[in-house]
């Protein structure tokens, strides 16, 4: 009887810790997202650069894949929601979780720690979430033409994303701060 409670209280501070963590990748993309951007002249539905993919990667790579999917689709569909792109919130919860989950999926074949393993799995989300928000701009503009606009700056914002991302990752593992799930 003592065994069980003691495995349940585990169970729970386990629990506790990955909501706590969950909670704080949430907020570090959304924040990364809110105030960390810069807003360029790049297409002709204008532009936004910002470093919440560097947080998404992250989260993804140090993390695994439902952390990263998490605090994706939350912290991103957050920013949609709170900066007046209700419209895109819907999308960017599928497309932010679903890269979340892709990265942090193919990363953690080697637990983060090969810079092979995470540049492969930026890349493979990094062609999702293009062909997903050219597919969102498709529903939402109502043409095929207008989306290709976007491409350049998706492109630019993902690269810089995963310039940044991939030796963070690697110090932050490197430092201990995992919690591959």
Known sequence: MEKAIRKNEMKSAWQTKDLVISSLLIALVFVSTKFINIRLPISINGGLIHLGNVMLFISAIVFGKNKGAIAGAFGMGLFDILSG??????????????????????????????????????????????????????????????????????????????IISIPASAALIKAGITNHN
């Not at 999926?105 to 492969?120: E, F, L, R």
């Not at 979430?129 to 976007?150: A, H, Q, R």
């Open 85 to 162: 792109w209700m419209l895109w919130a819907p999308f960017t919860f599928v497309i932010r979780g679903v890269m979340g989950y892709i990265i942090g999926h193919i990363a953690s074949k080697k637990s983060g720690k090969s810079t092979i393993y995470n540049s492969i799995g930026i890349l493979v989300a990094s062609i999702w979430m293009i062909f997903g928000y050219y597919i969102t701009e498709v529903i939402l503009y109502g043409n095929l033409l207008t989306p290709m606009t976007s491409i350049p700056g998706n492109i630019t914002q993902l690269a810089i994303g995963a």
